[in-house]
């Protein structure tokens, strides 16, 4: 058995941070390659840092476009819904 201590400090409100900025070392990638890129974010305080993240392509990958999206859940949730606007016809229906 570990044994493990924490330090815990509780604070009133809400703190989080926000997304700044979205930096691609390179904008085209090919199968098989990693894709490096720098998330900017900013602390409660309006603190910036730099989040280094490595995405790895898979070397099989059959599509000609991919899109990388960087967000919270609620964009991400938003990403899933259906169009707010109706199909007009039968071809925008996509089952």
């Known amino acids: 058995m570990y044994k493990r201590q924490f330090h815990v400090r509780l604070a009133d409100g809400w703190k989080s941070s926000r997304l700044d900025s979205l930096d691609l070392e390179q904008n085209e990638i090919r199968p098989g ?20 993240v490595s995405i790895p392509i898979p070397p099989d990958l059959q599509a000609t476009d991919v899109q990388l999206f960087v967000g919270d859940a609620d964009a991400a949730l938003q990403m899933d819904e259906p169009p707010r606007t109706p199909p007009q016809t039968l071809s925008l229906i996509h089952i």
Not at 33 to 52: C, D, F, H, Q, S
């Open 33 to 52: 390659e990693t894709l490096n890129a720098v998330i900017g974010v900013k602390n409660y305080r309006g603190e910036p840092a730099a989040i280094p």
